[in-house]
């Protein structure tokens, strides 16, 4: 009896110790890294904000070669989900992206095994055309009692040595696929999400462009509404030709959707995306674009390149909102296949 007694107190006393640690032991840790990378910012945001793109130069990608994914949703909308499951190395668990803006993205991240835990991370991408830095924060809560344990642990260089290594992954990666300048313009290859591209399609002469998009895309706006579809992404004009010569062209002005769904005989339903294309990020007012097209068939033309139509202009800043011209962001995409002769659709 004596002896179960001591037990029983030194039990009780290990119990109190812990305790009483747990009431001074720190619980909450914000882990941050960040890297400058020799990269545009558009292209190493779209290497964060796709979990595609992600899964490339993820610190944790590589413990498993049999790693298990899934992707629910559109790639880079909020509410799209990366899932993953695999060796004891990597776990199973969740990411989805909760929050949107042009220089931060939001992540709620649900680990399911080894153990049961929801992260809030983020990820803040400043640069320009050129430079760009790249900061991750994690958010991490530990339980008592096992915030007595990571008393013991520096817990910052122990999760804050993945992140750097994931982010040297992310510069090595970027700046790998950073091109040189066509004509002042920056060409790169990035990954299109898949969608429907529901729009109005007309042959029109060049300078009715203007009117034709001011006309169609309220029309469109209106039936997707009524219709209750989901928006994919900014509005576009889609161009299978561009005729300087006889003043005409053959376009589209679209709004990528997430459903595939036929509405009538005035719109036309393209599914486009769903694989790499060559990427140039206009910044200016419209009246200029031309250069950044002439820049990409250059570049084509150097590399043995040719469009597969349409060409894609989305418009990735609302006028509406942002005055300034120089701030306006136009993402031209085109998606090419090999070509002896490196013809392509001129603009």
Not at 40 to 60: A, G, I, R, T
Not at 142 to 156: E, K, L, Q, R, S
Not at 308 to 319: G, L, R
């Amino acid at each position: 009896m004596k002896a179960l007694k001591i037990i029983i107190y030194t039990l009780l006393g290990i119990a109190a110790l812990i305790g009483g640690l747990g009431i001074f032991a720190k619980s909450n840790y914000h882990i941050e890294r960040n890297i400058a990378i020799d990269a545009p910012k558009s292209m190493v945001y779209d290497q964060v904000l796709l979990f595609k793109n992600f899964h490339e130069w993820s610190p944790w990608s590589h413990l498993d070669p049999n790693i298990q994914l899934e992707y629910s949703a559109t790639d880079g909308s909020v509410g799209s989900t990366y899932a993953w499951e695999g060796n004891n190395d990597v776990g199973k668990g969740k990411e989805t992206i909760t929050k949107i803006s042009p220089e931060r993205i939001d992540i709620t991240l649900d680990f399911i095994k080894p153990f049961e835990s929801t992260v809030p991370t983020s990820f803040v991408v400043v640069g320009d055309d050129q430079n760009t830095t790249v900061t991750w924060n994690f958010e991490f809560h530990i339980p008592f009692p096992y915030n007595v344990g990571a008393m013991f642990t520096d817990i910052d260089k122990a999760m804050g040595g993945d992140f750097e290594r994931g982010l040297g992954y992310l510069k090595r990666r970027c700046e790998g696929m950073a091109h040189k300048k066509f004509n002042g313009y920056e060409v790169a290859e990035e990954e299109v999400p898949a969608a429907y591209y529901i729009g109005i399609r007309r042959t029109l002469p060049l300078e009715e462009i203007p009117a034709f998009y001011a006309e169609s895309l309220p029309k469109i706006m209106a039936t997707a509404t009524t219709e209750k579809l989901t928006v994919a992404g900014p509005p576009c004009a889609l161009y299978w030709t561009f005729d300087d010569v006889n003043n005409t062209t053959d376009m589209a002005v679209s709004i990528p959707m997430t459903e595939e769904k036929k509405l009538g005989k005035e719109y036309k339903l393209y599914q486009l995306g769903g694989n790499k294309a060559l990427i140039i990020n206009y910044m200016g007012d419209y009246g200029n674009i031309k250069e950044a097209h002439k820049a990409m068939g250059a570049y084509m033309s150097g590399n043995k390149l040719r469009t597969i139509p349409p060409i894609v202009e989305s418009y990735i800043t609302d006028p509406s909102v942002e005055p300034d011209t120089t701030k306006w962001r136009t993402k031209l995409i085109y998606f090419v296949e090999s070509s002896p002769d490196s013809t392509s659709v001129d603009q």
